[in-house]
């Protein structure tokens, strides 16, 4: 079943812009991670948040956690065309299960 | 020095035949992943295995068969193709988890299969 719901679906910003994208879980988790796809290409990971973090930076990256909301959000500052790709949010469930459950991405478009 | 590759990179097919994608990681990574991702962009794991052994198996028609010779390889054979087999199907590998943390997932870039 799908884990993960991410908002908004799609988003256009102008460059120097921040963006912001959502994404919401069911279950209890381990840890949450987001990973980009740029179009034509494989998934690359971005970072990682543990369940008992609440927030996390990588560079121009911030992620937050809320276990009690079971949500997430991930603010990317100073956005650059080079970030124009897909982002999904990826939960590794408290089952223990090896395997990432994957939310259903925002396609973020970056305007030069 | 690629980290995870699959070949090939485009498979075009018509229905009913049967095909092979082949995944190879040289991260020496105990586990790796088949997942499938629609027309949507959603992205489902499919299969995993941990030192060639089967641990995840969803639901998946078992025309879909994958095999893992060893721990740098895992291949996925699909029988008998239909037209909804039709996406990108992604190989990932992982190290082994540490503590109660979980590991980040490497993907290959893909393949696009498109039934016809």
């Known amino acids: 079943s799908q884990q993960g719901e991410e908002d908004p679906q799609a988003l256009s910003i102008q460059e120097g812009e921040n963006a912001t994208m959502n994404c919401s879980y069911k279950?209890?988790?381990?840890?949450l991670q987001w990973y980009r796809q740029n179009s034509g290409r494989g998934l690359v990971h971005l970072i990682l948040?543990?369940?008992?973090?609440r927030e996390k930076h990588s560079g121009r990256l911030r992620v937050t956690l809320d276990t009690s909301k079971k949500s997430s959000s991930l603010l990317i500052t100073a956005s650059r065309a080079a970030d124009t790709a897909s982002y999904f949010c990826?939960?590794?469930?408290?089952?223990?299960?090896?395997?990432?459950?994957f939310g259903s991405g925002t396609r973020l478009q970056v305007q030069p | 020095d690629t980290a995870v590759s699959q070949t090939p990179k485009y498979l075009v097919t018509q229905m009913g035949n049967d095909k092979s994608i082949k995944c190879e990681q040289n991260l020496g990574h105990d586990t790796m992943y088949w997942y499938k991702q629609d027309s949507k962009k959603f992205l489902k794991i499919m299969f995993s295995?941990?030192?060639?052994?089967?641990?995840i198996n969803e639901t998946v028609p078992n025309r879909f068969s994958p095999k893992s010779p060893d721990k740098a390889h895992l291949n996925l054979h699909i029988n008998s193709l239909e037209l909804g087999d039709s996406a990108v199907y992604f190989c990932a590998s992982s190290p082994p988890k540490s503590g109660t943390g979980g590991a980040k997932q490497y993907f290959g870039p893909g393949t696009r299969l498109t039934v016809t």
């Open positions: 948040i543990r369940s008992n973090e």
């Open positions: 295995y941990n030192n060639k052994e089967l641990i």
């Open positions: 990826a939960t590794d469930e408290y089952t223990g299960r090896r395997a990432l459950t």
């Open positions: 279950t209890s988790i381990n840890n």
